[in-house]
């Protein structure tokens, strides 16, 4: 599978959009999620690793998950994530990890999986009954967003009830969204919301 992140790692971190989402959604993680040393996380579709960043000193473990190997080695060449942030190039939803996690994270993913209902239940089938998700993206814009040709954008954004339907209906509880960040871009806002749940004790 081509990777489509391979020219756009070499300056990723240096886009001046990309380190004030990241910032964002870093802090509203933080400040919505009780996060504890113990846990183990999955940060799904981590790229670079700048969400990671935020959460890493504050949990045990973080299992850095994305298709993009050129993301993955910006990733792991960062020093201040050695020893806590895993790399691992996988698609989760052809092959799981075989592991659970005490939480799972996600930034500016989910529009780039064409099958959400079967993302949400591998989040599902990855948490520990209790666990946690907190997942970032767009909310449902006109599809100005992306350029129009570009490949592997699934979704224009999503409608904050339907998703919340969708996670409740896979087993998630209270949940809760909050506007994360807001990107603005050519003269357009577009609001980037934080999804926040727990998994249910009954299997999803």
Do not use: N
Not at 51 to 66: G, I, L, N, T
Not at 104 to 118: I, K, R
Not at 127 to 148: C, M, N, Q, T
């Amino acid at each position: 599978m081509a990777d489509l992140f391979e020219d756009k790692s070499k300056d990723w971190d240096g886009r001046e959009m990309v380190r004030r989402l990241s910032a964002g959604i870093g802090a509203a993680v933080l400040e919505h999620v009780p996060l504890k040393a113990d846990w183990r996380v999955l940060d799904f579709g981590a790229g670079t690793g700048l969400v990671s960043a935020h959460v890493a000193p504050r949990v045990s473990k973080v299992v850095a998950v994305d298709v993009s190997p050129a993301m993955l080695e910006v990733l792991v060449a960062k020093p201040e994530l050695a020893g806590k942030v895993e790399a691992v190039c996988q698609d989760i939803l052809q092959k799981p990890l075989g592991q659970t996690f005490d939480l799972v994270v996600s930034a500016m993913a989910l529009h780039h999986v064409e099958d959400t209902t079967a993302l949400v239940k591998a989040f599902a089938a990855h948490l520990e009954p209790g666990g946690r998700i907190a997942l970032a993206d767009l909310d449902a814009e006109d599809g100005s967003f992306h350029p129009a040709d570009i490949e592997g954008v699934y979704h224009s954004g999503f409608d904050r009830d339907a998703l919340g339907q969708l996670l409740e209906q896979h087993g998630f509880t209270e949940v809760r969204f909050v506007t994360a960040h807001t990107v603005e871009k050519e003269e357009q806002r577009y609001p980037v919301f934080l999804v926040t749940a727990e998994k249910g004790m009954r299997p999803a």
